[in-house]
């Protein structure tokens, strides 16, 4: 069982940045695929970036070159940083554990970031 909790969103100014982060509980963290997901007001739920458990990482075309995620397995962390923020990016944010091997699929309740002037 995996648990995650996301913090760092919040209200940016476009061209801005903004850290997010997902603190994971459990066991075997290092095993799981770590990912970032949003979901825009009308829109499905998205992949923003990956990072695997063998250390890929892996964007969706729209953030590359902005967003960077990482990890630090020591800490069970998981982190996304965001710059030069335009209002499409506007979303709640979740992390996202994933198992395909074991059938595990974990969610955070999500972190609301909102880009306007």
């Known amino acids: 069982q995996v648990q995650l909790v996301e913090s760092g969103g919040g209200l940016v100014q476009p061209g801005g940045s903004l850290r997010l982060s997902c603190a994971a509980s459990?066991?075997?963290?290092?095993?799981?695929?770590m990912g970032w997901y949003r979901q825009a007001p009308g829109k499905q739920r998205e992949l923003v970036a990956g990072?695997?458990?063998?250390?890929?990482?892996n964007y969706v075309d729209s953030v590359k070159g902005r967003f960077a995620i990482s990890r630090d397995n020591s800490k069970k962390m998981v982190y996304l940083q965001m710059n030069s923020l335009k209002p499409e990016d506007t979303a709640v944010y979740y992390c996202?554990?994933?198992?395909?091997?074991?059938?595990?699929?974990?969610w955070g309740k999500g972190t609301l970031v909102t880009i306007s002037s």
């Open positions: 996202n554990a994933k198992s395909t091997g074991l059938g595990l699929d974990y």
């Open positions: 459990g066991s075997f963290f290092v095993i799981y695929d």
């Open positions: 990072f695997s458990s063998g250390g890929r990482t």
